[in-house]
């Protein structure tokens, strides 16, 4: 079992910059990559990043290209999403999450462990 912890998120205005962060309670050997997913209200979850724990291997949904940054820390097995020009449509719970694939995961279906969720709120 791997639990997700997450920390940040916040209210921040449209243009601002946030910075969410998924420490890990271990990595085991099966974990190869860490996705950030978001979900606004009425919304299915979606798509937003990924990271491999291993090389450096990252995808970004289309709309947060050039906007959104995601890195990771392998000594403190966390991983980071830098948000910035924010605009009201992210406006979402973020989730991070854990997946044992071999090819890059895009869908929530291809993660197994997820954190807890943070709010971001972006006003306009």
């Known amino acids: 079992q791997v639990q997700l912890v997450q920390s940040g998120g916040g209210l921040v205005q449209a243009g601002g910059s946030l910075t969410l962060s998924c420490a890990a309670s271990?990595?085991?050997?099966?974990?190869?990559?860490m996705g950030w997913f978001r979900q606004a209200p009425g919304k299915e979850r979606e798509f937003v990043a990924v990271i491999s724990w291993r090389g450096s291997t990252t995808y970004y949904e289309d709309s947060v290209k050039g906007r959104f940054t995601v890195s990771r820390d392998n000594a403190e097995n966390t991983v980071y999403l830098q948000m910035n020009s924010l605009k009201p449509e992210d406006t979402a719970v973020y989730y991070c999450?854990?997946?044992?694939?071999?090819?890059?995961?895009?869908?929530?279906?291809?993660?197994?462990?997820w954190g807890q969720g943070t709010q971001v709120t972006v006003s306009s």
């Open positions: 999450a854990d997946s044992d694939r071999s090819t890059v995961p895009r869908r929530p279906g291809e993660y197994r462990y």
């Open positions: 271990r990595r085991t050997s099966s974990s190869y990559y």
